[in-house]
C-alpha cells in the first residue's frame, strides 16, 4: 500500500491559496504529481489566462487532463457501482497483501480422555482435572500398582519382575486347591491362591427366568447392529449381546460352583454391569441382571434363601423389581437417593417389597453425597446385619459397585478399601461363607482395583487391612438409619431395641433443627457441569456434598 501524494495551488478571487496538500491511496503507485487550478477572472468578468499566452494556457490544459487521469480523483459511488466494481476492487485488494495474515477458521481444540476415570480433559494438560490421573498412565497394565502422577517406569519394572516370578505358581494353581475362584480374562491376581474359571454364554432359558422374552430378544438383536441405544445412557454394538451372555454365565456358574462346595467363595469380574435391568427394560448401562441371574442359579442348586447387598452408589432398581414379590430373595441396598434426585430415582425407604413379600426389600437411602466408612459399617450394624442374620440365607451375593468409592467422579462418596473390606468381613459370616461378590458399577480404575484388591484380599482369608472401630456415623446418616428402622421394625421386631436404644444415645443428633435447616438451605444452584471441571469443589460446597469446618 502507497501513498500517492498530490500537491494542488489554487488561486480565488485573483488571490493565491498556496500549499495545500492532501493524500490519497492508490494502490500500485508511488509517484508524486503536482497540480494547480487557476479559478480567477480578467476585468471582463471571463475565465481567462491571466496575461499568459494561448499556448501557454493549451499546453498547462493538457498537463491538467494528464495530471487528472494519471490521479483518478474519487468520486461517490452508489451501491448499484460498488456492487458492480466489486470484482474491480478485489483484483486490485489481492495485488499486494503481503501484509495481512488470514484468520484461522478451524481451530483446533485439544483434548484427551483420562484412562482413570475417562472424563475428557481439554488443552495441554498432563494430569486429569477429575481425578488427577497423569495422562500417560500404567494403570490399564498394573493397576492401583501404578504411579496416578507420571508413567512410573520403576514400579512398571517391579511389577513385571513379580508376574515372572509368579508365573509358574500361577500355571499350576487349580480349582481343587483354591478356596476363592475368580471370573477372569486375564490371569495375574494373587498366583496360587486364586483359581480362574471358564466363562460361558448363558442360554436363552436361563435368561427367561429372570426377564421377559421381548427383552431378551431386544438385546439379542443388537448383534446384528453396529450400533444401537435402549436409553440415551445405555447402548451397544455387535459385540455387546455376547459380552452380557458371557457375565450372565459366568454368575451362574460362579453361584453354583459356590453352593456345591467345589469353591469356598468367588468375585466375578464381569462387564457389562447388571442390577439396573428389570424385567423388560436394559437402563444404566446394564443389560442382563447378572445378580438375579446368579440368584436363580444359587436356588437351582438347592439354595432356599438368597441374601443379596447392593453397595453400589445407585440403586439396583432391576433387581428390586424383579424380586419384588418373592420372600425367598432378600434384597437390601445402600445407595444415594437425596429424595429421588439421584439416579436412578427408586429405592426410598417406604420401598419396602409388595403382594406379602413386604420387609424383603430393604433401603437405605443417604440423603447427601460424601457418604463414607463409618455411615456404612455404621448401618451394616444396625441394619444389615441384623435382619440378614434374621433372615438366615443360604447363600449371599453381593452387587458391588465401587462407586461411592474415594475418587469415583460419578458416586462422589468417600467408602475406602479399609471399608468395603470390613463389610466383605461382616457379610463372610452369613451363610456358611457362601458369599459370591459381582462386580457392578464403577468409574475410576484406581478406586476399582484397590477396593476390589482389598475385598479379594478377604475373600481369602488374609488378614484385613484395617478393622474400623469407635463408628460414629454423620448426623445424615444416622437419621437415615433411624428412618429406616422405623419403617422395617414393623417386619423384622427385632430392630425394635436397636431403634430405641439409638434414640435414647443419640435422640439430640436426630431432632432436626428447622431453623438452622433453613439457613443452609441453597439460595444458589450451580451448574451441573461444575461437578466434573475445575470447579468441582465450590460445586459440592454449594450442593452441602462437603462442608467446610
Given at each position: 500500500m502507497v501513498s500517492e501524494t498530490v500537491q494542488v495551488s489554487c488561486v480565488?478571487?485573483?488571490?493565491?491559496?498556496?500549499?495545500?496538500?492532501?493524500?490519497?491511496?492508490?494502490?500500485?503507485?508511488?509517484?508524486?504529481?503536482?497540480?494547480?487550478?487557476?479559478?480567477?477572472?480578467?476585468?471582463?468578468?471571463?475565465?481567462?489566462?491571466?496575461?499568459?499566452?494561448?499556448?501557454?494556457?493549451?499546453?498547462?490544459?493538457?498537463?491538467?487532463?494528464?495530471?487528472?487521469?494519471?490521479?483518478?480523483?474519487?468520486?461517490?459511488?452508489?451501491?448499484?457501482?460498488?456492487?458492480?466494481?466489486?470484482?474491480?476492487?478485489?483484483?486490485?485488494?489481492?495485488?499486494?497483501?503481503?501484509?495481512?495474515?488470514?484468520?484461522?477458521?478451524?481451530?483446533?481444540?485439544?483434548k484427551w480422555f483420562c484412562?482413570?476415570?475417562?472424563?475428557?480433559?481439554?488443552?495441554?494438560?498432563?494430569?486429569?482435572?477429575?481425578?488427577?490421573?497423569h495422562k500417560e498412565s500404567g494403570i490399564l497394565r498394573h493397576g492401583f500398582y501404578a504411579s496416578p502422577f507420571s508413567p512410573a517406569v520403576e514400579l512398571i519394572q517391579v511389577e513385571s519382575e513379580a508376574r515372572v516370578r509368579d508365573k509358574d505358581i500361577w500355571s499350576e494353581a487349580s480349582a481343587s486347591n483354591c478356596s476363592t475362584a475368580v471370573g477372569l480374562a486375564v490371569a495375574g491376581i494373587f498366583p496360587g491362591k486364586c483359581c480362574p474359571i471358564p466363562a460361558r454364554e448363558i442360554t436363552p432359558e436361563e435368561l427367561q427366568m429372570v426377564h421377559s422374552?421381548?427383552?431378551?430378544a431386544a438385546v439379542e438383536i443388537t448383534s446384528q447392529m453396529f450400533s444401537s441405544y435402549f436409553t440415551p445412557d445405555t447402548y451397544a454394538n455387535e459385540h455387546s449381546a455376547q459380552a452380557a451372555r458371557l457375565a450372565a454365565g459366568l454368575c451362574a456358574d460362579l453361584a453354583s460352583a459356590i453352593f456345591s462346595e467345589r469353591v469356598k467363595n468367588g468375585f466375578a469380574l464381569v462387564r457389562p454391569p447388571?442390577?439396573?435391568?428389570?424385567?423388560?427394560?436394559?437402563?444404566?448401562?446394564?443389560?442382563?441382571?447378572?445378580?438375579?441371574?446368579?440368584?436363580?442359579?444359587?436356588?437351582?442348586?438347592?439354595?432356599?434363601?438368597?441374601?443379596?447387598?447392593?453397595?453400589?452408589?445407585?440403586?439396583?432398581?432391576?433387581?428390586?423389581?424383579?424380586?419384588?414379590?418373592?420372600?425367598?430373595?432378600?434384597?437390601?441396598?445402600?445407595?444415594?437417593?437425596?429424595?429421588?434426585?439421584?439416579?436412578?430415582?427408586?429405592?426410598?425407604?417406604?420401598?419396602?417389597?409388595?403382594?406379602?413379600?413386604?420387609?424383603?426389600?430393604?433401603?437405605?437411602?443417604?440423603?447427601?453425597?460424601?457418604?463414607?466408612?463409618?455411615?456404612?459399617?455404621?448401618a451394616f450394624q444396625q441394619v444389615v446385619l441384623p435382619i440378614a442374620s434374621k433372615f438366615a440365607p443360604d447363600f449371599t451375593i453381593i452387587s458391588a459397585g465401587f462407586d461411592a468409592a474415594r475418587g469415583d467422579p460419578l458416586g462422589c462418596c468417600d467408602v475406602t478399601p479399609a471399608g468395603y473390606?470390613?463389610?466383605?468381613?461382616?457379610?463372610?459370616?452369613?451363610?456358611?461363607?457362601?458369599?459370591?461378590?459381582?462386580?457392578?458399577?464403577?468409574?475410576?480404575?484406581?478406586?476399582?482395583?484397590?477396593?476390589?484388591?482389598?475385598?479379594?484380599?478377604?475373600?481369602?482369608?488374609?488378614?484385613?487391612?484395617?478393622?474400623?472401630?469407635?463408628?460414629v456415623p454423620s448426623k445424615a446418616g444416622l437419621h437415615t438409619v433411624l428412618e429406616v428402622l422405623k419403617i422395617q421394625m414393623n417386619y423384622w421386631p427385632n430392630l425394635s431395641s436397636s431403634f430405641e436404644k439409638l434414640q435414647s444415645q443419640w435422640g439430640m443428633y436426630s431432632v432436626e433443627n428447622k431453623e438452622k435447616q433453613a439457613k443452609k438451605r441453597r439460595v444458589f444452584e450451580p451448574p451441573i457441569w461444575w461437578r466434573w471441571s475445575r470447579k468441582q469443589l465450590l460445586y459440592h460446597i454449594l450442593t452441602g456434598h462437603f462442608h467446610l469446618k
Amino acid at each position: 500500500m502507497v501513498s500517492e501524494t498530490v500537491q494542488v495551488s489554487c488561486v480565488t478571487n485573483g488571490g493565491t491559496e498556496s500549499n495545500q496538500g492532501f493524500k490519497r491511496k492508490h494502490l500500485g503507485s508511488d509517484e508524486q504529481t503536482t497540480a494547480s487550478c487557476h479559478n480567477g477572472s480578467d476585468t471582463k468578468g471571463d475565465i481567462g489566462t491571466s496575461g499568459r499566452d494561448a499556448t501557454s494556457n493549451k499546453d498547462e490544459d493538457t498537463q491538467l487532463e494528464n495530471a487528472s487521469k494519471k490521479v483518478r480523483l474519487p468520486k461517490e459511488l452508489t451501491i448499484q457501482d460498488m456492487y458492480n466494481n466489486q470484482d474491480a476492487f478485489d483484483d486490485e485488494e489481492d495485488e499486494d497483501d503481503s501484509d495481512w495474515e488470514p484468520v484461522q477458521k478451524h481451530i483446533e481444540i485439544l483434548k484427551w480422555f483420562c484412562t482413570n476415570c475417562t472424563m475428557v480433559n481439554l488443552g495441554d494438560v498432563f494430569h486429569c482435572d477429575i481425578c488427577g490421573e497423569h495422562k500417560e498412565s500404567g494403570i490399564l497394565r498394573h493397576g492401583f500398582y501404578a504411579s496416578p502422577f507420571s508413567p512410573a517406569v520403576e514400579l512398571i519394572q517391579v511389577e513385571s519382575e513379580a508376574r515372572v516370578r509368579d508365573k509358574d505358581i500361577w500355571s499350576e494353581a487349580s480349582a481343587s486347591n483354591c478356596s476363592t475362584a475368580v471370573g477372569l480374562a486375564v490371569a495375574g491376581i494373587f498366583p496360587g491362591k486364586c483359581c480362574p474359571i471358564p466363562a460361558r454364554e448363558i442360554t436363552p432359558e436361563e435368561l427367561q427366568m429372570v426377564h421377559s422374552s421381548e427383552h431378551v430378544a431386544a438385546v439379542e438383536i443388537t448383534s446384528q447392529m453396529f450400533s444401537s441405544y435402549f436409553t440415551p445412557d445405555t447402548y451397544a454394538n455387535e459385540h455387546s449381546a455376547q459380552a452380557a451372555r458371557l457375565a450372565a454365565g459366568l454368575c451362574a456358574d460362579l453361584a453354583s460352583a459356590i453352593f456345591s462346595e467345589r469353591v469356598k467363595n468367588g468375585f466375578a469380574l464381569v462387564r457389562p454391569p447388571g442390577h439396573h435391568a428389570g424385567v423388560r427394560q436394559a437402563m444404566g448401562f446394564c443389560l442382563h441382571n447378572n445378580a438375579a441371574v446368579a440368584a436363580l442359579a444359587a436356588q437351582a442348586a438347592g439354595a432356599k434363601k438368597v441374601l443379596i447387598v447392593d453397595w453400589d452408589v445407585h440403586h439396583g432398581n432391576g433387581t428390586q423389581e424383579i424380586f419384588d414379590q418373592n420372600k425367598s430373595v432378600l434384597y437390601i441396598s445402600l445407595h444415594r437417593h437425596e429424595g429421588g434426585k439421584f439416579y436412578p430415582g427408586t429405592g426410598a425407604a417406604f420401598e419396602v417389597g409388595s403382594k406379602g413379600a413386604e420387609g424383603y426389600c430393604v433401603n437405605i437411602p443417604w440423603s447427601r453425597g460424601g457418604v463414607g466408612d463409618n455411615d456404612y459399617i455404621f448401618a451394616f450394624q444396625q441394619v444389615v446385619l441384623p435382619i440378614a442374620s434374621k433372615f438366615a440365607p443360604d447363600f449371599t451375593i453381593i452387587s458391588a459397585g465401587f462407586d461411592a468409592a474415594r475418587g469415583d467422579p460419578l458416586g462422589c462418596c468417600d467408602v475406602t478399601p479399609a471399608g468395603y473390606a470390613q463389610m466383605t468381613h461382616m457379610l463372610s459370616a452369613l451363610s456358611g461363607g457362601k458369599l459370591l461378590v459381582i462386580l457392578e458399577g464403577s468409574y475410576n480404575l484406581r478406586s476399582i482395583s484397590s477396593s476390589a484388591t482389598s475385598v479379594i484380599k478377604v475373600l481369602l482369608g488374609e488378614s484385613r487391612e484395617c478393622e474400623l472401630e469407635n463408628v460414629v456415623p454423620s448426623k445424615a446418616g444416622l437419621h437415615t438409619v433411624l428412618e429406616v428402622l422405623k419403617i422395617q421394625m414393623n417386619y423384622w421386631p427385632n430392630l425394635s431395641s436397636s431403634f430405641e436404644k439409638l434414640q435414647s444415645q443419640w435422640g439430640m443428633y436426630s431432632v432436626e433443627n428447622k431453623e438452622k435447616q433453613a439457613k443452609k438451605r441453597r439460595v444458589f444452584e450451580p451448574p451441573i457441569w461444575w461437578r466434573w471441571s475445575r470447579k468441582q469443589l465450590l460445586y459440592h460446597i454449594l450442593t452441602g456434598h462437603f462442608h467446610l469446618k
